[in-house]
């Protein structure tokens, strides 16, 4: 059974920063390519990040130049960092598989006081 554990949201002041983590029980996570989405009460589930099974990486446009997605395929594990977060990136978090296969975390709350 393929799990995806996120960890490290909490509550951080307009400004700050956090550190996503999403470790994977999955054997194909070297091949596999990974993203982080965010959805708030009310609206759809957004594509916030991803990164390919060769690092390449892109970002939503609201988040381009202050989060970094990475990943360490010793660790079946992807990040986020989020660096000058604003009030709007208030949302639960979630780690994706999106190729070959769709598998989702159980989601991690970031909450960002302004």
């Known amino acids: 059974q393929v799990q995806l554990v996120e960890s490290g949201g909490g509550l951080v002041q307009a400004g700050g920063s956090l550190r996503l983590s999403c470790a994977a029980s999955?054997?194909?996570?070297?091949?596999?390519?990974m993203a982080w989405y965010r959805q708030t009460p009310g609206k759809q589930r957004e594509l916030v990040a991803r990164i390919s099974n060769g690092d390449s990486t892109d970002y939503a446009d609201s988040v381009q130049g202050r989060f970094i997605i990475s990943r360490d395929n010793a660790k079946n594990t992807v990040y986020l960092q989020m660096n000058s977060l604003k009030f709007e990136d208030t949302a639960v978090y979630y780690c994706a598989t999106i190729y070959p296969k769709n598998y989702w975390g159980q989601g991690t709350q970031v909450t960002v006081a302004s």
């Open positions: 999955l054997s194909t996570f070297s091949i596999s390519s």
